[in-house]
């Protein structure tokens, strides 16, 4: 029944993605589809590394991924002038709560969590930027991702709560056959 679950939230966030879609959006949804399938194989493929990584402390897996990323885009960066009005103050919250802390929290989940809650856990992160961005940005949303929305919660608590699992009797068949 889990993977029931998470085909359900799977629905939902393509639900709640899809009215993003537009015309305007045709040009480069193959690519953005091919990159989104990659960057999800790779996640599942990190995730799988640090559930096997579960003696050492998140705080070191969190550094290794961003040392790793930081080596692979060194080549790419275009570095900018470092002068008195560069905001530094927005690099190191990006760098410290938005990276540092974020990770944290993510791989001491990740290595205490059953996999299909994690699973379960990770369609809730479109679903918080959807809201943060209706908070903050006041981008309106719309009914059909509203819909999108409660799928995907109401599959995360069908996942997390077991609901549907079979559970096995109190007595037993046995007992229940002579009771008749």
């Known amino acids: 029944m889990k993977w029931g679950w998470l085909l359900l939230a799977f629905g939902g966030l393509v639900i709640l993605l ?4 537009t015309p305007a959006h045709e040009e480069g949804l193959t690519t ?3 990159l989104a399938l990659g960057a999800a194989f790779f996640y599942a493929l990190t995730a799988i590394i640090a559930r096997k990584l579960h003696p050492l402390p998140a705080q070191h897996i969190a550094f290794i991924q961003v040392l790793v990323g930081v080596v692979m885009l060194l080549p790419l960066v275009h570095a900018p002038e470092l002068t008195a009005s560069f905001p530094w103050r927005y690099l190191l919250i990006l760098g410290i709560v938005h990276t540092g802390i974020m990770y944290q929290l993510l791989y001491s989940a990740i290595q205490k969590l059953p996999t299909p809650v994690t699973g379960s856990l990770s369609f809730i992160y479109p679903l918080v930027a959807m809201v943060v961005d209706y908070l903050v940005f006041h981008h309106a ?5 509203l819909l999108g929305g409660m799928l995907i919660l109401f599959a ?7 609901w549907g699992e079979k559970k096995p009797r109190r ?3 046995s007992e229940q056959s002579r009771a008749s």
């Open 32 to 34: 953005g589809v091919l």
């Open 156 to 162: 995360a608590a069908g996942n997390n709560l077991g």
């Open 171 to 173: 007595g037993g068949v």
């Open 18 to 21: 899809s009215s993003e879609l």
């Open 141 to 145: 949303l719309s009914a059909v991702q």
